[in-house]
């Protein structure tokens, strides 16, 4: 019996590492494109209107603490799972962090209003264009990025990712706290 469990165990610890790989790979292959983080790259700056009419100028050189730029298409059902997870953390630590979000790929301005409705979201919305999407070289939805209080790229992202990924990503949470 012993040696049966032994390679029952054996065989699960391959298929969580096969698995790891493969989420790995996958999560490099999405990534691969995107603006490097390791390298004292200024993020893009940008003027964006927002949903209520106001321009909106993002300096990379100007921030004093993280900011979160999210980049979400009214269409995509992954970005209606994951922008709740933005406004849970931008409410419950206000003041620690800037947030951007930023739709890019809309038919309309309908289309996005659409979108904020359903998630009831009370943040400011800014409707991005080809340019935004070109200087920050996004290919798919969601996709984000962390810039540190120096405009520095810090952090990429594409696809879900849970809320707790992205307090670790801000460092509104340290890896050791999570678990």
């Known amino acids: 019996m012993k040696k049966q469990t032994k390679k029952k165990v054996i065989s699960w610890i391959g298929q969580i590492l096969l698995f790891i790989g493969i989420f790995s790979a996958i999560s490099w292959w999405q990534k691969k494109d995107m603006l490097p983080t390791s390298s004292q790259e200024l993020a893009p700056a940008f003027n964006l209107v927002s949903m209520n009419g106001e321009v909106f100028n993002f300096d ?38 800037n947030f951007i979000v930023i739709a890019l790929d809309w038919k309309n301005k309908q289309e996005v209003e659409a979108f904020l409705a359903e998630h009831s979201l ?32 810090r952090s990429k992202d594409f696809g879900y990712t849970t809320e707790l990924g992205m307090r670790v990503r801000l460092g509104l949470t340290t890896v050791e706290e999570a678990g």
């Not at 730029?69 to 009214?74: D, E, G, H, L, V």
């Not at 849970?88 to 620690?96: C, D, H, K």
């Not at 009370?122 to 070289?137: R, S, V």
């Open 60 to 97: 990379p050189t100007q921030q004093s603490k993280n900011t979160l730029i999210y980049f979400f298409a009214p269409w995509c059902s992954v970005c209606h799972v994951s922008i709740d997870n933005i406004e849970a953390i931008r409410q419950s630590a206000p003041n620690q962090n």
């Open 122 to 153: 009370n943040m400011p919305i800014l409707l991005g264009t080809e340019q935004t999407q070109l200087d920050y070289k996004i290919k798919g939805f969601p996709s984000y990025y962390v810039i540190d209080k120096n405009g520095l790229l």
